[in-house]
């Protein structure tokens, strides 16, 4: 049988009902030798078989990096492996500028994976702005595209107008063309972390992010997580601002944490547009009185943050909430925090008094009603 009709067959069966054969076939796939299987992938014409290799059996050697060079290979399958895999895999997705064009989310999918160079995710999205990719669908797009290509590409990003200002650098020239563009933009020239350090920061491991603590030796723990904090600022000073832009829409808890309080309004704004965030960090920043009165306000804007009673009721209690919202967030709450708002001393003189006459209202129409 011809290996690519061999292959055709087992990627089939792979998906078969039967949990039994499906596993055969997938055993199957893995012992074809990769020498045959490269030949037949390389001229494979079958997207959904090309695609069911890249999603079941990626782990094997080199396959993802063919299926990559193979062009029936969908778009889709494209934008799985540049969001799920890692190497010059990437960089390779990266230069096909044609796929990017006809079919954004592979830039989407390219930016959101951690394991992404910064080097390389520069050139896409500025490869996207200046042929009139919209992307505006990306949660942080117009800070991504700010901290990397300068205000003014995000002032045209937001009005929709047309990206193709001119022509990427050439090949001969690249870095001088490209610090001419910058200075343009305005951009600053910065370093930044080098490539393996910001990749180490991306990839923290989910028990960094949860806080994990081991119980049995709390002390050596604390002075541990102290030392650790220390180096994670240092590291976070050091990078970039396209960096730290990334890092808020991606890093862990503790990185966004440091990048929340940072002095650029590009930054620290780009932390409440990660998808990493969740109602618990929205209501630690609602209640610091320390945070800048953008990230507040925003939060207090927020209809789908400001569902949530506890949000609410932080804002109220925050000097730098916007006073309407204030108000309109103190009718929401139950008497028994109303009343303790009216007793504070820690929060603005508007916020106790309007609690009082709010509970005195209430309390003449409990009477009335009586």
Request: charged content about 30%; proline content about 4%.
């Amino acid at each position: 049988m011809d290996p690519r009709d061999l292959l055709t067959s087992l990627a089939y069966l792979s998906q078969d009902k039967n949990p039994d054969i499906a596993q055969t076939a997938a055993d199957s796939i893995n012992q074809i030798p990769l020498s045959v299987l490269s030949q037949a992938v390389k001229i494979h014409d079958n997207p959904g078989t090309l695609d069911r290799l890249a999603r079941a059996h990626s782990s094997i050697n080199g396959l993802v990096d063919l299926i990559v060079a193979n062009k029936n290979a969908a778009n889709e399958t494209i934008a799985h492996i540049a969001g799920s895999s890692k190497g010059p895999v990437l960089d390779q997705i990266a230069v096909n500028q044609s796929r990017i064009q006809d079919f954004p989310k592979i830039v989407e999918a390219l930016y959101y994976n951690s394991e992404t160079r910064m080097g390389t995710v520069a050139v896409v999205l500025e490869n996207a702005v200046r042929m009139g990719i919209d992307l505006s669908h990306i949660p942080g797009y117009l800070e991504i595209v700010e901290s990397i290509l300068g205000p003014e590409a995000a002032n045209r990003a937001k009005r929709k107008e047309d990206f193709l200002v001119e022509e990427p650098p050439s090949k001969d020239e690249p870095e001088e063309q490209a610090q001419e563009a910058n200075a343009e933009e305005g951009l600053d020239e910065e370093e930044g972390l080098d490539e393996e350090a910001f990749s180490q920061l991306m990839g923290e491991s989910s028990e960094d992010e949860a806080g994990v603590v081991d119980q049995k030796a709390e002390a050596e723990d604390e002075e541990a997580s102290l030392n650790k904090s220390a180096a994670l600022w240092k590291q976070v000073a050091k990078m970039s601002v396209a960096q730290k832009v990334r890092a808020a829409l991606l890093g862990s808890a503790e990185v966004r944490d440091l990048l929340i309080r940072d002095t650029r309004r590009l930054v620290y704004m780009s932390v409440l547009k990660s998808p990493r965030i969740n109602e618990k960090d929205i209501i630690t920043y609602a209640k610091s009185r320390n945070l800048n009165e953008d990230i507040i306000r925003s939060i207090a804007t927020s209809r789908e943050w400001t569902k949530n009673y506890a949000v609410r009721a932080a804002l109220v209690a925050n000097p730098k909430c916007p006073p309407n919202q204030a108000m309109s967030f103190l009718r929401t709450l139950m008497n028994r925090d109303v009343k303790q708002l009216s007793q504070s001393k820690d929060v603005p003189g508007y916020v106790a008094r309007n609690a009082k006459q709010l509970l005195q209202l209430r309390e003449e129409g409990k009477a009335k009603q009586a």
